[in-house]
């Protein structure tokens, strides 16, 4: 779509983009085009020569275990992280629907978590899970006799980190179902109930695959979450412990990059992290002109 | 409602009740550990409801900060959060609304090259970037200043669209009857278009302070001393801090106050917040 009013100037317009322009370029193509060429760059332990390797750094990233398990680790977690959090929200947003009085109180109870820092996040859950004094740790041990140490226990620790990302991402996908389900047509719900279907009926028939194009469209946007957006959770709660037992991809590039001083390796984990939010970044906008069609 | 099922209505407001509850629940442990003292906090079970100390605690890490990790005052922290969460929001919402005027009202060479720079930048997360732009912003000498912790952040491609649907959608009329009264392309900037966008900025303005505020991992790179620390960040070096007999009620005091401004914005400026949030992801 254009405007067929424009304004004449000739320069007026450059100067309007420029800000925007020079802050991309300085801080976001040249540091990409950095990490690309870093990425084929060889150091030596003492920072003396560099040699260009071509590919090689990703040869040996390919060759690492470490790397394909802290890949193993980002996939479930970020599988775990948008099921679980798809499921509860979805669950929500039909319940907190079907009860209209109250649905904009309820509303209110469910969105600020959004608010809360994800790294604040992790704090919260790492005190509630607490093996000395986490007052859930305490119940699972006192209760259930069931021993949660997420400090020692790398499973545990995964669960965890899930939790704590799943309870940061909730009010987000909560009201894009909220909105998904107010926008169904209330008459094709009539019409299924007159033709006696009942509650569970209408949803899996007539409900549930309306919402699928939200629900698409938010597992694009969770999978991107659990890939980036988690950071803080994993750095708050357990730093990618224990023995790296919740080390998903994006932190390994930060542990890599600044705490074990691996550039070469650590721009090409990030070169290949950019492929995959390309990727998704790719999918989420054609599932987004279907939407318009919908 | 299409029937009545009153046992399916008592139900769902069962489900959604026990959902705020368990959703809240972490926050209400929080809260109710920073009012206690700090040896209570170290005897298993904790207790669940709130104690005496709220005053006290709060007083403490606000003014005194926690002498465990640094002891720097917690208010110089959510002085620097507010700064930069500030400086974020008003910066993408300047140099977004004008690059998207840009983009729609007037026709140059490079129009779309300058779209796309702009759009491309969705691709490039800071996560995925982080040393290069660390080693840029080192470079440029803005390691531990307010300027580093802000500019590398304000470019916004969501705003900057978003600004721009909006121009798209504003009758040609508007500006063809400017133009005839003599006015210059500024002038219908500034007297109409910004007027007419109130509520766009409204609801970006709630969505980029929280943004602003909830960083973490950018002043983690660009701050190593403490008076650039956000409150975010002291939050969670308190409590990941390796130490046999932590002060949970500071810890937690501090968790409650680093929370606290973005809560309050989302609370009270929900309808705003909302839009914001659905409006930025088409």
């Known amino acids: 779509m254009e405007k067929r009013v424009t304004f004449d100037e000739k320069t007026l317009p450059y100067l309007l983009v420029l800000p925007q322009i020079v802050i991309t370029l300085v801080f976001f193509f040249w540091p990409s085009a950095q990490m690309i060429w870093q990425s084929m760059l060889l150091e030596d332990a003492f920072g003396g020569n560099t040699r260009f390797v071509w590919f090689e750094n990703f040869a040996h990233l390919f060759q690492d275990p470490a790397y394909y398990r802290s890949a193993a680790i980002t996939a479930v977690f970020s599988g775990a992280v948008a099921v679980l959090g798809l499921a509860l929200s979805l669950l929500l947003a039909v319940m907190a629907d079907r009860v209209i009085k109250g649905a904009t109180a309820y509303k209110a ?186 | 409602m299409v029937e009545n099922r009153p046992w399916l209505t008592a139900f769902s407001h069962l489900v959604v009740i026990l959902g705020v509850l368990i959703i809240a629940f972490p926050v209400w442990m929080t809260f109710v550990a920073s009012t206690h003292d700090a040896s209570t906090m170290l005897r298993s079970p904790v207790p669940l409801l709130p104690g005496p100390y709220l005053i006290q605690n709060y007083k403490e890490i606000l003014f005194q900060g926690y002498a465990r990790t640094s002891g720097i005052p917690l208010t110089i922290a959510l002085m620097n959060s507010m700064i930069m969460a500030l400086g974020i929001c008003i910066g993408k919402i300047l140099i977004s609304i004008t690059a998207a005027f840009a983009i729609v009202y007037f026709r140059f060479p490079f129009r779309m090259a300058a779209f796309w720079a702009i759009f491309v930048t969705l691709m490039l997360p800071v996560e995925v970037r982080i040393v290069p732009t660390y080693g840029v912003v080192a470079g440029l000498g803005m390691i531990n200043s307010y300027s580093g912790l802000i500019i590398p952040l304000i470019a916004s491609a969501t705003a900057t669209f978003l600004f721009r649907q909006f121009f798209l959608s504003v009758p040609d009329e508007l500006a063809e009857a400017s133009r005839v009264d003599g006015a210059g392309p500024m002038r219908f900037f500034v007297d109409i278009l910004l007027p007419m966008s109130r509520t766009t900025i409204a609801a970006l303005f709630v969505i980029q302070f929280i943004y602003g505020w909830n960083q973490y991992l950018w002043p983690l790179l660009v701050t190593n001393h403490e008076s650039f620390y956000t409150a975010v960040m002291v939050v969670a070096r308190q409590a990941t801090a390796v130490d046999a007999t932590p002060s949970w009620n500071l810890i937690m005091a501090a968790a409650m106050l680093a929370m606290l401004p973005p809560v309050l914005v989302v609370v009270f400026m929900q309808r705003q917040f909302v839009r914001g949030l659905v409006e930025t992801e088409k």
């Open chain 1, 109 to 294: 109870f469910l969105v600020w978590p959004y608010a809360v820092a994800p790294a604040v996040v992790g704090v919260l859950w790492g005190f509630l899970f607490n093996p000395s004094v986490g007052i859930v740790a305490w119940a699972l041990r006192n209760l259930f006799g069931y021993e949660f140490n997420y400090v020692l226990n790398g499973g545990q620790a995964l669960v965890l980190v899930v939790f704590a990302a799943v309870w940061s991402q909730i009010s987000y996908n909560f009201l894009f179902f909220l909105a998904g389900l107010q926008s169904i047509p209330r008459s094709l719900i009539e019409a299924a109930a007159i033709d006696g279907a009942g509650p569970g009926r209408r949803f899996w028939t007539i409900i549930f695959p309306l919402l699928s194009p939200t629900g698409f469209f938010l597992l694009v946007v969770n999978v991107i979450y659990a890939f980036f957006g988690t950071f803080g959770v994993v750095d708050a709660l357990t730093k990618g412990g224990p023995a790296k037992a919740t080390e998903i991809l994006v932190f390994k590039v930060y542990n890599d990059g600044f705490r074990g001083q691996d550039l070469g390796g650590s721009a090409a984990q990030s070169a290949i992290l950019m492929a995959i939010v390309i990727l998704l970044t790719v999918v989420q906008f054609r599932f987004i002109e279907r939407k318009v069609h919908y």
